[in-house]
């Protein structure tokens, strides 16, 4: 095997067509040649969420597009490819085939090894693509549909320490601003209200906090928030903008709360094993959330640990992290043929139990 690997990405298990080429050279910067990502949020927009169907076959017409327009941006042949990654789960199952059926015909066509890679482990292995992020680290994956705590070991070896038992923060924060009247994708709209708002003018619920360990519920904070707005409309007969913006900052105040002392019991863990450079990393949409951050970057300088989040055009959904996440798989001498399944649920953490009810968004990560 060559020092230097160029590998094609392929990403399709939730609402984003993505293809991207990244370039990895051992003890240098990985070096991302092309990144392409088509969402489908319009497509889905009447229907407030993601739909299975309408999202496979907007898929299945939009990845060979995409992988042409990276492989054209990169300017690479696939003489020049070394690999062709795919998402091969966890996520809708419609999705996740369009890419795999696509990346097999590639490899069939030209010959280039087939890796198949967990849509999850290309989350966690972004601080490696972003900032060489030496293992082992803390990571906190927190999105639309996901949210947990995992330490990195290795490429692939994950320790999960928690995570949600029901709703993402995410799928909590896009609920929130619906009962407020705000724009979809909610986390920024909430956000932005937050910022003018009281967040103690309602003391929202902190689940799980009673409770040892980092497991984390967000389900029934969407109660409290729609209980809450609907006490102010019966009283008044609709929302200020003081009463949406008190609201937003009340909720936002409650999810930062839990996501840090959560945080804070996943480090302790993390730290009795006495890494040589102690590091949490999070990623996911919620990690670009200002007070999430500001709150989680306290955590870490109040325990001495090193604190980064990627860009958030690489904690969103993209194929730079799958094609990096085949390199590192690739680099271990692992890679798929023909039989690769396309996989609705692949935990990254095998010998952990499941986690009651979690992802019933299933999709997103
Ligand atoms: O990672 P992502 O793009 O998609 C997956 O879920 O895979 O995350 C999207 C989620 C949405 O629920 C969105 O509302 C949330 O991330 N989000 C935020 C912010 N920006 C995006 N949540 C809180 N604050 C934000 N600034
Ligand atoms: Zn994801």
New binding site residues.
């Given amino acids: 095997m060559t020092d230097t690997l160029t590998v094609l990405g392929l990403e399709s298990s939730?609402d984003?067509t993505a293809a991207a080429v990244v370039r990895d050279q051992t003890g240098e910067m990985p070096e991302i040649l092309a990144s392409t990502v088509y969402g489908q949020t319009d497509l889905h927009a009447a229907f407030g969420g993601v739909v299975p169907e309408i999202a496979a076959r907007a898929h299945a017409e939009k990845i060979d597009f995409c992988v042409r327009q990276a492989m054209d941006q990169a300017n690479v042949s696939f003489d020049q490819i070394d690999a062709i990654a795919v998402t091969a789960g966890p996520g809708l199952i419609g999705g996740v085939l369009s890419g795999v059926m696509c990346a097999k015909g590639l490899s069939a066509a030209t010959g280039k090894p087939l890796v198949g890679v967990n849509h999850l482990a290309g989350h966690a292995l972004t601080p490696r693509l972003t900032d060489q992020t030496a293992f082992p680290y803390l990571m906190l994956l927190v999105?639309?549909?996901?949210c947990q705590f995992l330490i990195a070991h290795g490429p692939e070896q994950f320790t999960r320490l928690g995570g949600t038992i029901d709703d993402?923060?995410?799928?909590a924060?896009?609920k929130t601003?619906r009962l407020l009247g705000l724009p979809?994708?909610?986390?920024?709209s909430?956000?932005q209200a937050a910022k003018s708002g009281d967040p103690k003018r309602w003391r929202l619920p902190r689940p799980l906090l009673d409770r040892a360990g980092c497991d984390m519920s967000f389900s029934g904070l969407k109660t409290a928030i729609l209980r809450a707005r609907d006490e102010v409309v019966a009283a008044k007969g609709g929302l200020t903008e003081k009463d949406r913006c008190d609201l937003a900052a009340s909720f936002q105040a409650a999810v930062t709360d839990v996501l840090a002392e959560k945080t804070r019991r996943a480090l302790a863990l993390y730290l009795a094993e006495d890494p040589a450079t102690p590091t949490i990393a999070v990623a996911?949409?919620?990690a670009?959330?200002?007070t999430?951050r500001a709150r989680l970057e306290q955590v870490c300088a109040d325990h001495d640990t090193d604190f980064t989040a990627p860009p958030l055009a690489l904690?969103?959904?993209n194929a730079a992290m799958i094609a990096y996440a085949g390199i590192e798989r690739f680099r271990l001498g692992h890679t798929d043929d023909m039989t690769l399944a396309a996989r609705p649920r692949w935990p990254l953490d095998k010998t952990a139990p499941a986690l009651l009810g979690s992802g019933k968004k299933g999709a997103?990560?």
Avoid at 143 to 146: F, I, L, N, R, Y
């Fill in positions: 939730c984003d999105s639309g549909g996901h993402a923060p995410g799928e924060f896009d601003a979809q994708p909610g986390g920024p909430v956000e996911g949409g919620v670009a959330n200002q999430i904690c969103t959904d997103k990560a």
